[in-house]
């Protein structure tokens, strides 16, 4: 599979695990990474981390075998670091961006399920944050090779050397980061427990949405709530988070006297994340900030938007 694959839980006991939307462990070529706690190794140092053992010991206890042949184990050396080609994958989602002017009716059928009205699904897809590629796997390949190519694809990193497609033919909603600089690629459909809910693709950047003034502002978790916000009414200007845990305190440089309310998700995760964030954000707006109140039944945004459409749930 092409593309970093994100999870919800650190195998270190003091990160733990996190909200099913998070994204701050990334898991790629048998390695893994937590942004959160910064902890990272190979799957025996995982398992130290959370066995609270020495690597030999875990290796011994995950194995069975011989102890003088655990006893020989070394961590393996990392593989050289593959240099991220940042400027093919801006020219990658830029490409996307003018071949897909319009969403597709599969797109637009599946958002308006969540809530989200074709006028809405139609703007975003305009201000280029919200795309959808062809719902066939094989017409969405043959689009990318058309329009973006597969050596762009391959040095942006879209495309895996030795793969027949690149992961994100398989997943037609994207969700591109407004300095075209990163990208989600999800099902148009609901996410089955077994599922990976993203592709992530790209340096950690946020969404955002203009609204009547910029120094009024809501903060989300995430694209698909910033836009269940704008359908909910806000005339607010939103920043959707890429996760409740990754952002970067120069995102809210511009944020001085401004009245800004953070909607984070109502479970633990969420609430965890916002008093985290909440003294960054009131040190950049010098004074304190408003957090929203989700109404009873609903644990995001667009959860509140289904219950107040009588939506399923």
Known sequence: MSGT??????????CGASSEGSVKVSVKDDTWKCFACNKHGDVIEAASLYLGKSPL????ELSG????????????KPKPAIERDDS????????LVAALPEPSRDGIEYLAG???SPEITRTACRKGILLTLPSNPKEAKEFLLHHIGQDLMTRAGLWKEGSKAPAAAFRPLVLVSN??????FRYLRATRSDEVKSLRYGTIAPW???????QRILITEGCIDLLSAVALGTKRSIMGLPGCENWRPEWFETFRGADVLAAFDDDDAGRTALEKIRPVLEAA??????????PPGAKDLNEELKLKLGLKM
């Open 57 to 60: 010991e875990t290796a011994l």
């Open 88 to 95: 093919a994958l801006e020219e990658v989602f830029s490409k």
């Open 208 to 214: 955002g949405w203009l609204g009547e003034s910029k």
């Open 285 to 294: 707006v010098g004074g304190p900030i408003g957090t929203y109140t989700l």
């Open 5 to 14: 694959i994100r999870y919800s839980i650190c195998p270190n006991p003091e």
């Open 65 to 76: 075998a011989d102890t003088d042949a655990i006893r020989s184990y070394t961590p393996p």
């Open 179 to 184: 300095n075209r600089r990163a990208a989600e």
């Open 114 to 116: 969540r809530g989200i």
